[in-house]
């Protein structure tokens, strides 16, 4: 069966801890990618909060019952790596990333699917955003300090 192709919205949600450490997941496909949490809408219906859940517990094991799950307003909008270009509809080259926050304990357990991630690390927030592969990951993972609000869990 032939997969579908990729909606061209996902989510990006940066994972981060009270004292604003954020974890940070090295691809599989990629050597050396270090970014957040990011996923595409299953189907056109899912929301972004519902993607959001989803892809935070389908790449980290994380629940985001375990902390607080913040939408930031944010959309970035950008073009689409090359080298991911085949995953979307013929004449598809641009992506629309909606930006979440998740505040977690510091102990919280990290379990990553082998099939997207390598390893993972947690990092102070100005390291986490000099290690992202990703202009727009590295400037969510900046603006944390204005979005975390003292982190309440």
């Known amino acids: 069966m032939d997969r579908p192709f990729k909606i061209p919205q996902s989510v990006l949600v940066v994972i981060h801890t009270p004292?604003?450490?954020?974890?940070?997941?090295?691809?599989?496909?990629a050597h050396n990618y270090w970014q957040s949490v990011t996923g595409a809408k299953d189907h056109e219906g899912e929301s972004f909060e519902q993607t959001a859940v989803r892809e935070v517990f389908e790449e980290t094991?994380?629940?985001?019952?375990?902390?607080?799950?913040?939408?930031?307003?944010?959309?970035?909008?950008?073009?689409?790596?090359?080298?991911?270009?085949?995953?979307?509809?013929?004449?598809i080259t641009r992506n629309t990333e909606h930006v979440f926050g998740l505040c977690v304990p510091p102990d919280c357990p990290v379990t990553l699917n082998p099939r997207e991630h390598t390893h993972y690390r947690w990092l102070p927030w100005r390291e986490a955003a000099d290690a992202c592969f990703s202009p727009s990951n590295a400037e969510a993972i900046l603006l944390l300090p204005q979005f975390a609000d003292g982190c309440p869990l």
């Open 19 to 29: 004292a604003l450490d954020v974890l940070l997941i090295n691809r599989a496909d």
């Open 61 to 91: 094991g994380i629940a985001c019952a375990t902390g607080r799950l913040t939408d930031w307003g944010l959309e970035n909008v950008y073009d689409i790596y090359p080298r991911w270009l085949h995953r979307y509809a013929p004449g």
